[in-house]
């Protein structure tokens, strides 16, 4: 399998995403010990609005415009993601992450690389 290829994850969390339940999504991994890793995910599209992004793995994930508008990314695994055309109003992203990545990223789709600069 080509591991740069989007993926649907059988999870009931990321079930919970696709469908666009941040309540029942938020809730349910409140519960959980160790999350899924949702690397690779496809949340094209979505309206993510008040998901719990804390501790997520998200790398190498297409958001393609998706609304993530208000999101919690700083504890977020996002190096490798793709944010083309989505809606990132008042999202909080990783500090390893440039602006300028995020910019790349929005307006060509590129993926985003982490600083590791000092």
């Known amino acids: ?7 649907h994850i059988d999870d009931p969390l990321y079930e ?15 519960k959980q010990s160790q999350l899924p890793s ?12 008040g998901m719990d992004a804390q501790g997520l793995d998200l790398s190498h994930a297409y958001f393609r415009g998706a609304d993530l508008r208000g999101i919690d990314f700083s504890d977020t695994k996002m190096e490798g993601a793709s944010i083309a055309g989505a809606k990132i109003s008042g999202c909080f992203f990783p500090h390893q992450l440039h602006a300028d ?3 790349m990223s929005l307006n060509h789709g590129t993926r985003m690389r982490y600083n590791t600069r000092k």
């Open 1 to 7: 399998m080509d591991t740069d290829a989007v993926r």
């Open 38 to 49: 949702f690397a690779h995910g496809d949340f094209r599209g979505l309206d993510l609005r």
């Open 101 to 103: 990545e995020i910019v």
């Open 16 to 30: 919970k995403l696709r469908s666009e339940n941040m309540e029942a999504f938020n809730a349910a991994k409140a």
